[in-house]
C-alpha cells in the first residue's frame, strides 16, 4: 500500500536527498520546499483516509510543525525525530499514532538493548515503529542513525527482525542511497524486509513512478508498504500523481 509522509526540515515541509543531510548544512540537496504548512498535507491525508503516514523531524526546530501536523489528522500519523523515553508518551498525547525510533535506542554502533527495554516501558511495543534505515555497504545493509549521518554496525539480517519484532508494532526502512532520488526502489532490499520481517514494514527511497508500487507490491508478497516523496506531484515530482497512488490504494483495499 501506498503510506504517505511529511518530512519537516527547519520548520518547513520539504523534499531532500537523504544522503546529502548533515547537520552543517554543507552539501544540502533540497528538491522541494513548501508553500502549504504540515498541517494542510496532514488534513489531505485525512480526508482520503490515508493512515500510517509518517512525520519526521529533520533536526530541530519542526516540532512546531509537527505538533500542527497531529492535530490535523489525529491518530493517523507516526511521528519520529528525536524521540526518546522522556518525550514519546508527550508525541502520542499530541496526536501520534505511534513513534518511530532510530537513534535513541543505538549506541557505540549497536543496539543498545537497555536502552530499548526502556522506550517499550515508556510507551508499550504496540505504539513503537523502529525506523532500521540503512546504507548499502558491500552485500550488506548498515543502518543509520543521526539523520543518516552515523554509519552503524549493524547489519540488517534476519535474526535482528526477528529479536526486534517483539519490542514494536512495525518497521520503517529507508533505502538511504536511493532516498530522493528517483532513480528506483532497491529491490533486493525489499525483498528480503519481506523474507525477514515479522511485522509490517515499510519502504522507502528511489519511487519514482506508480508502477514502484506494483512491483513492491509483487517483489514484497503484499506485506511491503510504499513511500513516496520527490516524485509525488504533492512534493513538485512529475513521477506519480497523488490521486493516482490514493486510487491504487482503493483498488487494493476496497474498504478505504
Sequence with gaps: MFRPC?????????????GSLRDDGVGLRTHFVADRPASWYAERYRQDGLAGGHVIMLGPGNE???????????????????????????????????????SWVFHAGRIDWGRLDELVRAVGSRRLVLDLSCR?????????????????????????????GSCCAEFLVHAVDHEGLCQGIDDRLVR???????????????????????RVHQIGMGRI????????????????????????????APGL
Design 6 to 18: 511529511i518530512d519537516l526540515h527547519e520548520g518547513r515541509v520539504k523534499q531532500i536527498v537523504g
Design 64 to 102: 512546531v510543525a509537527a505538533r500542527s501536523a497531529l492535530a490535523a489528522y489525529p491518530g493517523g500519523l507516526q511521528v519520529g525525530g528525536g524521540i526518546r523515553p522522556d518525550n514519546a508518551a508527550a508525541w502520542l498525547d499530541a496526536g501520534a499514532s505511534h513513534v518511530i525510533v532510530t
Design 136 to 164: 548499502r555497504r558491500e552485500d550488506q545493509y548498515l543502518v543509520v542513525t543521526d539523520r543518516y549521518q552515523t554509519l552503524t554496525n549493524e547489519p540488517l539480517r534476519r535474526d535482528l527482525f526477528g529479536q526486534l
Design 192 to 214: 528480503w524486509l519481506a523474507e525477514w520481517s515479522p511485522r509490517p514494514a515499510t519502504y522507502a527511497g528511489g519511487a519514482r513512478s506508480i508502477a514502484d508500487l506494483d
Design 225 to 252: 508498504d510504499l513511500t513516496i516523496g520527490s516524485a509525488l506531484d504533492l512534493f513538485g515530482g512529475a513521477g506519480v500523481r497523488y490521486a493516482d497512488a490514493v486510487a491504487w490504494n482503493r483498488q487494493h
